[in-house]
């Protein structure tokens, strides 16, 4: 009997030792996907924020500052501006989802001389080129600077007969400011060279994500050059913002962005001259970096070709 009740006695712990390690597993099953989960959600958040959120940073006394990093008082680009409503996709032309929308079409065009509008221009074969991009990482604790990269996009400049343009198309690694600085770009250099856009198709696709305005000059000098056929020496790297009347206004992380430039093998780099430059020299000199300030879309033309800013025959 009292055997018969220490065997029953043994059945039941052990019926309990196997319940509690089914909870144990279950609990390491159910926590291991958690952490799974939470590290998949920090990766993408921090994926979606690897290229530079876009910073406004007011300057007594001068123009705002547009910066790829954080400051006192700086404040987000996104909270203060509107961007551009267009969806970016790499669709085929014939697809709506990667074109203009109508409104924003609208105003391009309404920023276009009247004179202008009455000149139907003449067409032209597609221009294919290449442009280098500098694009910078989140600073990081314990880092003296984040991350940089450089890479090559390919822009795409052609003809569109109906008049019912522009036609802006990109890819999905073109992010939300840097797409509002490609189509200031589009509407600024066919200003300048005295193109109707209304008759323009203007494509870029980039290898990695880009985010931030910093990339708006080399955009701008880029249509031109296609517009005017002009080649962008191969040497050259730019780094600055393009702004409406034609500026090129300053970005940070200008040394970073340097190193990005040398590991594209590019021995000048284009900068605005909003800010105190004058370390880059030194930096470009270890570098064998040449450091060319410019002010306006003029100057920076004039610096990536060798050729005047001027007027489309």
Request: proline share 7%; glycine share 8%.
């Amino acid at each position: 009997m009292l055997s018969d009740r220490f065997q029953l006695q043994y059945v039941l712990e052990a019926k309990v030792y196997v319940a509690e390690d089914l909870l144990k597993r279950q609990h390491v099953q159910r926590l291991a996907a958690l952490l799974f989960l939470a590290s998949f959600i920090v990766n993408d958040a921090s994926l979606d924020s690897a290229w530079a959120d876009t910073w406004v940073c007011p300057r007594p006394g001068q123009s705002d500052l547009y910066t790829d990093r954080s400051g006192p008082g700086c404040r987000p680009l996104g909270e203060v501006k509107t961007y551009l409503p267009v969806t970016i996709s790499p669709a085929p032309k014939s697809s709506q989802g990667g074109n203009l929308s109508p409104s924003v079409a609208n105003n391009i065009s309404s920023d276009v001389p009247q004179q202008q509008q009455s000149r139907k221009p003449s067409p032209f074969s597609d221009v294919s080129l290449s442009l280098p991009l500098l694009s910078v990482g989140q600073d990081k604790v314990g880092f003296i600077t984040g991350s940089w990269t450089g890479f090559v996009a390919q822009l795409m400049v052609g003809y569109k007969a109906d008049g019912k343009g522009p036609e802006i198309l990109g890819d999905s690694n073109l992010l939300p400011a840097s797409v509002h600085s490609f189509h200031t770009a589009v509407a600024v250099a066919s200003r300048a060279v005295g193109y109707d856009p209304r008759y323009l198709t203007v494509r870029i696709l980039v290898p990695s994500r880009l985010n931030g305005p910093s990339a708006g000059g080399i955009f701008a000098v880029g249509i031109a050059s296609a517009l005017l056929g002009d080649p962008i020496r191969q040497d050259v790297c730019m780094s600055g913002t393009i702004e409406p009347d034609a500026e090129i206004h300053p970005v940070g992380r200008l040394v970073d962005k340097m190193n990005a430039c040398r590991d594209l093998k590019k021995t000048t780099m284009i900068v605005p001259d909003g800010l105190d430059n004058s370390h880059l020299n030194f930096t470009g000199a270890e570098r064998s970096i040449q450091v060319i300030q410019v002010h306006t879309l003029a100057e920076a033309y004039s610096a990536a070709t060798g050729r005047i800013l001027r007027q489309v025959p």
